[in-house]
Nanobody
Framework: QVQLVESGGGLVQAGGSLRLSCAASGRTFSSYAMGWFRQAPGKEREFVAG??????GYADSVKGRFTISRDNAKNTVYLQMNSLKPEDTAVYYC?????????????????WGQGTQVTVSS
């Protein structure tokens, strides 16, 4: 069992940056693949980025702008978001799954945080 708590969301102008953090409970953080998803109003929750001990993956829409990193000593995963666009506006969720694969399907992730709002103004 793992509990996830996100922080770092907020309001930013287009072109700006934000860094999201996700703190995880538990003693076996390195055994989990961690992902960031987002959900805009009226849309499906979608994969943004993921990182395991052995691999990293990004959605095409954020490649080159977002960077996911993890600090296993602090049980924390980060999402650095640069060059933000209004279409990045969404609630961002941290998710975890046991293992090292990074599937893009939300049903593959068993654990979820409560979400943090990111709003990008034009």
């Amino acid at each position: 069992q793992v509990q996830l708590v996100e922080s770092g969301g907020g309001l930013v102008q287009a072109g700006g940056s934000l860094r999201l953090s996700c703190a995880a409970s538990g003693r076996t953080f390195s055994s989990y693949a961690m992902g960031w998803f987002r959900q805009a109003p009226g849309k499906e929750r979608e994969f943004v980025a993921g990182r395991s001990v052995v691999s990293t993956g990004y959605a095409d829409s954020v490649k080159g702008r977002f960077t996911i990193s993890r600090d296993n000593a602090k049980n924390t995963v980060y999402l650095q978001m640069n060059s933000l666009k209004p279409e990045d506006t969404a609630v961002y969720y941290c998710a975890a799954r046991i293992g090292q694969r990074l599937p893009h399907e939300k049903y593959e992730y068993a654990y979820w945080g409560q979400g943090t709002q990111v709003t990008v103004s034009s």
